[in-house]
C-alpha cells in the first residue's frame, strides 16, 4: 500500500513536472489528493497548507480513457477493432509524450488447444503492440506477454463470458 | 538473482507419499469382440495387503481388449496347470485362463510364478517367475499384465508405463506423474502459476514442460530421480510447447522471440535456437515421428489452425489436415502411421485419428470439450484430457475407437496429460 502511495504521488510529480506540453485532455480533470503534498508546486494552490489540488493521475481517472485498458478480441482473432482504436491511440500517445512502461498482457478463452492460444494471446498482445507503435509509443516501453487460456477472469462456458476472456490488458509498470 | 526469483514462486515436492488426487478407472463405453479371460486369485494372496490379481484383471480390462471370466465358487482354485478342470472353464466361457502362486522366500521377498493357458487348447502360452518385495506388488502385477496382454494380442503392454499431467487445485497447479492407471500419483512440481505441455524425454527420465513461474511462459526439464531442473528457453515472449527429438539431446520449441510463434531447435541443455519454420502465421504444437525425420505441426498460415509437417532438419511445409475448420494439438503415432489431433466441428472439439497413407480422417471420441491427445507408447490407446461434471478428467480412447474408459480423480481440475514411454531396463 505504501509503495502505491509513493508510486502515484512520483506519478503525479512526473505528470505536474511535464504540464506544459499539450496533453490538455488527459490532464484537464483536477480533483483532491489528500497524498499528494509533494506534488503541488506547478498547482495554483501550492501554498495552501493541507488539501492541494493538482491534476489526478489519468492513468487512474475513471473519466480518462488512460483509464481503461481492456481490448477485447473475436473468437480466433487478433486485429483491434475500431471500436478500440480510440483508447490504443490515447495510450499510445501517452507513451508518446512520457517515460512510462506499459505491459500489454494477452488472454483468451478456454476454447481449443492451450498451446494455440499461448501464441494467439501473444499474436493479440503483439497487434496491440504494433499499433501503439504506429500511433507514437516508442517499441522500447511495450513489453508484450501471453497468458493463453490460463486466467480467464469468466468461468462460465458461454459466449458472454468467452467475449470477456478474449482480451488484452494494458498494465502499467509499477501498477501490478 | 534469477536463479533465486526462479525459487521463490516454486514449492518442490519429492516426497513418496501420495498425491492428493487420486484417479479411478472407470469404463464408459466398449463394444466389439473382447478376449474372455479368467484371472484366477494366485494361491496364498490373500496374505497380500493387495491383491495382485484384481489389478492384474483391472489392466487388462482397460485396455477394452479383455472381458474377464467370474471364478466365483470354484474349490479349489486351481494354481497349477494340472489342478485346471478345462471342461468347467469352458462352460463359464473362458478362452484362457491365468494361475499361479506366491511364496514367501527367506529373506522376506516373495517369489510369484504364473502361467498363462490357452484354454481350448490346453496349452501354455507365456509363463514366468518373478520376485518382488510388498513394496513393488502393484509394478510386478503391471508386470505380470504386460506379459498377458503381449501373449494374448502380441503386442507389447503399456501396463507398466507412467503418465505426466497437471492437477489444477484452487489457484494451486501440480505436475503429478502416476501409472497408467492412475494409481501412485507423485507430484513432481508444485507451483502457483501456470504449468502446460509435459513432455517425456525418449529415455522417460525427464520432463519438458512450460511454466509462468517468471511470470511468463518459459520451458524447463526436470530430471525425474533427481529433481534437478534448468531453463532450456527463456527468451523474449513465448517459450513453449516442447517436444523431444528421439536421441534426447534436443528439442523442437515454439518461440516468439523473433516474430509470432514460430519452431526452433534448442538443445536439451539450454542454448542457441535454431529456427526451423519461417511464416507468416502461428507455428506451435511440435511432435516429432518416431524415427527423428519428421515434425508435424499445428500453423494457421493458411487462415485457420491446420496439421502440416517438415522435415526435422527444416525445409517445406505439407498441409496434412484439409477437413474442418480447426485441427489442432497433433501427437505423432509410435509407428509413424498416423496423427491423432483435436478436430473442432459444429462447437465440439473431440479427438480424431489421421491416417497418413490415405488421409483419412476417424473422429474418435463423442465429448465436447477434449484436449490434448497422447499416444500410449505400443499405439494402441490415446491418452486425452475432457470434461466431466464441470472440471477436468482424463480419459483413454482404443486407436480404433471402440473403447474408452476414464481416469477421474476425487478433486481437482486435470489437464495436460502425455504418455510415457516404454521403461528401459
Known sequence: ?176 | MKAFRLFAFIVMLFTLGKAQAQLTIEIVGGAGKQFPIAVVPFANESALPQSLTQIIGADLARSGLFRLVNASGVTPLPSEPSEINYADWRGRGADAMVVGRIKTLENGQLEIRFRVMDAVKQTQLAGAVLTASTAQLRTTAHRIADIIYEAITGDKGVFTTRIAYVVKQGKRYELQVSDADGFGAQTVLASNEPLLSPAWSPEGNQLAYVSFENKRPIVVVQNLSTGARRIVANFRGNNSAPAWLPDGRSLVVALSKDAISQLYVIPAGGGDAKRLTSSSGIDTEPTVSADGKWIAFLSDRGGSPQIYQIPSSGGDAQRLTFEGSYNASPDWSPDGKSITFIQRDEGRFRVALLELSTGQVQVLTDSSLDESPSFAPNGKMILYATQAGGRGVLATVSADGRVKSRLSATSGDIREPAWGPFPKN
Open chain 1, 1 to 176: 500500500m505504501m509503495k502505491r502511495i509513493v508510486l502515484s504521488s512520483l506519478l503525479i510529480a512526473g505528470l505536474a513536472a511535464c504540464s506544459s506540453t499539450p496533453v490538455k485532455e488527459t490532464e484537464a480533470v483536477k480533483v483532491e489528493d489528500k497524498s499528494a503534498t509533494s506534488a503541488t508546486k506547478s498547482g495554483p494552490d501550492s501554498k495552501s497548507v493541507t488539501q492541494s489540488t493538482v491534476a489526478v493521475n489519468p492513468l487512474k481517472d475513471p473519466g480518462s480513457i488512460l483509464s481503461k485498458r481492456n481490448v477485447f478480441f473475436d473468437f480466433d482473432e487478433y486485429v483491434v477493432k475500431d471500436e478500440f482504436k480510440p483508447l490504443v491511440q490515447a495510450h499510445a500517445k501517452y507513451l508518446g509524450q512520457n517515460g512510462s512502461k506499459v505491459t500489454v498482457l494477452g488472454n483468451t478463452d478456454e476454447r481449443g488447444s492451450r498451446e494455440y492460444n499461448l501464441a494467439l494471446g501473444q499474436r493479440r498482445a503483439d497487434a496491440v503492440k504494433k499499433a501503439m507503435t504506429i500511433l507514437g509509443a516508442n517499441d522500447k516501453q511495450i513489453e508484450t506477454v501471453s497468458y493463453g487460456e490460463e486466467k480467464a477472469k469468466c468461468a462460465q462456458a458461454e459466449e458472454s463470458c468467452w467475449a470477456q476472456n478474449r482480451r488484452a490488458d494494458l498494465v502499467y509498470q509499477g501498477e501490478q
